[in-house]
T-cell receptor, first 117, second 115 residues
Framework: DSGVTQTPKHLITATGQRVTLRCSPR?????VYWYQQSLDQGLQFLIQ???????AKGNILERFSAQQFPDLHSELNLSSLELGDSALYFC????????????????FGEGSRLTVL | QQQVKQSPQSLIVQKGGISIINCAYE??????FPWYQQFPGKGPALLIA?????SEKKEGRFTISFNKSAKQFSLHIMDSQPGDSATYFC??????????????FGTGTRLKVLA
């Protein structure tokens, strides 16, 4: 168990709808990353937050947005959903709060599988 | 320049054999090279990682070989076991010295080890 919790595990919705994926990072971790994994695709970096602030952006669509709250949990919002948005969405965390050190290791949750019909 | 190219896409190995997965990168600013292992239904987990100041790192049956001049690195799994069957991702990142990591992942290799 990585200590990273993602909800929901599975989500089925229709095109045009909006969904919110939630991530609770490992206790003490300040940084949260969101990744998208489609069939036969690697892990596509979407966005990173560090202690509530956006740190880096990847290939995140304008229809997608994210935020990290004061308690360090993060939400990924996906709107105007299209069939091609069907994927596994992973959250990962790093950077221990106390140590303020980043060993480089990402701790991944088990993902949220989104199916858009 | 931000890509990490991983091969092969899939690999079938007999039990006890050696599994080799290769990755190549372009950005010479990368200074941290981890490998992640992902089992079905699970998130990826760090397996082993190397920094460019060494050419090889070994942890148990898993070895990373790193060739800085060729900008290539590979994962070797010795005495492969059916329990090693998983998807393996290589990654490269900047920030190994500053602590602000930006990871680029390869496309993954599905390894199946036959009993």
């Amino acid at each position: 168990d990585s200590g990273v919790t993602q909800t929901p595990k599975h989500l089925i919705t229709a095109t045009g709808q909006r969904v919110t994926l939630r991530c609770s990072p490992r206790s003490g971790d300040l940084s949260v990353y969101w990744y998208q994994q489609s069939l036969d695709q690697g892990l596509q970096f979407l966005i990173q937050y560090y202690n509530g602030e956006e740190r880096a952006k990847g290939n995140i669509l304008e229809r997608f947005s994210a935020q990290q709250f004061p308690d360090l949990h993060s939400e990924l919002n996906l709107s105007s959903l299209e069939l091609g948005d069907s994927a596994l969405y992973f959250c990962a965390s790093s950077v221990d709060r106390l140590a303020r050190a980043n060993t480089g290791e990402l701790f991944f949750g088990e993902g949220s599988r989104l199916t858009v019909l | 320049q931000q890509q990490v190219k991983q091969s092969p896409q899939s690999l079938i190995v007999q039990k006890g054999g050696i599994s080799i997965i290769n990755c190549a990168y372009e950005n010479t600013a990368f200074d941290y090279f981890p490998w992640y292992q992902q089992f079905p239904g699970k998130g990826p987990a760090l397996l082993i990682a190397i920094r460019p100041d060494v050419s090889e790192k070994k942890e148990g049956r898993f070895t990373i070989s790193f060739n800085k001049s060729a900008k290539q690195f590979s994962l070797h799994i010795m005495d492969s076991q059916p329990g090693d069957s998983a998807t393996y991702f290589c990654a490269a990142s900047t920030g190994g010295t500053s602590g602000t990591y930006k990871y680029i992942f390869g496309t993954g290799t599905r390894l199946k080890v036959l009993a």
